[in-house]
């Protein structure tokens, strides 16, 4: 089993930055944020391999948002700039013991999520 805990979120007007972080408390090869927003689909936001290599972005975050690593303390974390309103949405921190891969059924370990609300 493997527990996630997060943190970071909360509220910001547009064009602001937000940090979140994930860390896993078992072994994880690969760490990612979803996010959902209400009324619509789960959508992979950024994924990661532990271990190191190219991370994988949503297309509608590439550019702002950057997911880091650091394998010594299993930990993830988004760096959310140029946030916009459709941004808004529950962010979930998931891990799997297998290679990364946006459908979010496949990720078996979930965090509790964390809201980030951005405002015009």
């Known amino acids: 089993q493997v527990q996630l805990v997060e943190s970071g979120g909360g509220s910001v007007q547009a064009g602001g930055s937000l940090r979140l972080s994930c860390s896993a408390s078992g072994y994880a090869a690969c760490m990612g944020w979803f996010r959902q927003a209400p009324g619509k689909e789960r959508e992979g936001v950024a994924l990661a391999y532990i271990g190191g290599g190219s991370p994988s972005y949503g297309d509608s975050v590439k550019g702002r948002f950057t997911i880091s690593r650091d394998s010594a303390k299993n930990t993830v974390y988004l760096q959310m700039n140029s946030l916009k309103p459709e941004d808004t949405a529950m962010y979930y921190c998931?891990?799997?013991?297998?290679?990364?891969?946006?459908?979010?059924?496949?990720?078996?370990?979930w965090g509790q999520g964390t809201q980030v609300t951005v405002s015009s």
């Open positions: 998931a891990a799997r013991r297998l290679y990364c891969t946006r459908q979010g059924r496949d990720w078996p370990f």
